[in-house]
C-alpha cells in the first residue's frame, strides 16, 4: 500500500513511496549505530559501526527467497512499520525514510526475473544499479554472469543489507554513494528497479540514464507505474505479473514493466 491513512503521526499513518527527500531530515542518520560520514563521489552518510548495523539488518529480517525470482534470497522483513519503528528507535527517535532494504519493490523483482531469463543482457559486462534497496537486481545481475556489479545506494541500513545479501546468495557487490549526477561510472548496463517514486530522484536518475545512454550504455528500468515513472521517455520491452509484498502495494500481485529508453 503506497499511502497509509492511520492516525497523524503515527509511521503506520506515512505514505511508503511519499517523496523520499520528506523523510530526510537535516541531519540525517546521527544515533547509537550510526556516526561518521564518509564522501565518496557526491556525498553518502555510512555508518562507523558496520558491524552493528549489519546485525541490526540480520536481527530484524528473515534470510528468504524472492517471491517469483527463483533462486535469489534476501533478508526480508514481514512488516514495514514493524522494522520502519525499530529503526528510528535505534536511531534515538529520528524520522528516517522506510526500510527500503527490507523488502524486495516490484520494479527491481520484474528487473531481476528479466536478468535472469535473459542473462545475455549482462553476461560479461559491468553493471551499476541505481537505488539498489536490498540489492536484489545487483545481484541477479551478478548470478546472471556479469563482470562486476556496482550498487548505488544512500541509506546506510541498505548499504550493509546489499553486502548481507549478497554473501548470502554468494556473489560480490560493490557499494557506492550517490552517482546520480554522473554517466553510469562508466557500466556498461545501467539497471534502475523502482526509482520512480519522488520527483528529484526521477528527473535526476532520467538524467543520469541519458547521459549512459549517449555514451553506449543499455539502460533497463523495472517499474509498476509509480508517480514519476517518464513514462513519455521509455518504451517496455517486457512485462511480468508478479507476487508482491502485500504490505506495500494496494494489490497482492501486480504487473510490472521492463523499460528501456525511447
Ligand atoms: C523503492 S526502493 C527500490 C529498491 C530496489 N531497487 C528494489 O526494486 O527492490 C528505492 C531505493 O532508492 C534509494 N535511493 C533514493 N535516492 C537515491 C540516490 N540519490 N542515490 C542512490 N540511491 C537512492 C533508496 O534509499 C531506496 O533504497
Redesign the pocket.
Known sequence: MIAGDGGAGTIASRPL?RP?SSWIPARRFRGPILGGVQRHGRTQSLPDDATGVAAFVRDRCRLLPVPDVPGIRLYLAADVYTVWEQTERELGGREV?PP??A???????A?ARYLLEHAETVAGRTVL??????G??AIAAALAGAAAVTA????PF?VRAIGLNAAANEVAVEVT????DGDGEGAEVIL????W??RR?AD?ALGLLRRAAERGALVLA?DVGRAFLPRDQLRPVASYRLRVAADLEDKPVKDVQILTLR
Open positions: 513511496l523520499l525514510p527500503f532494504w523488502f524486495a519493490w516490484p520494479g527491481g523483482q528487473l544499479d541505481l537505488g539498489s534497496g536490498s536484489l537486481t548505488s545506494e544512500l541509506d541498505a554513494g550517490d552517482v546520480l534502475a528497479g523502482d526509482i517514486y519522488e530522484l535526476r523495472g
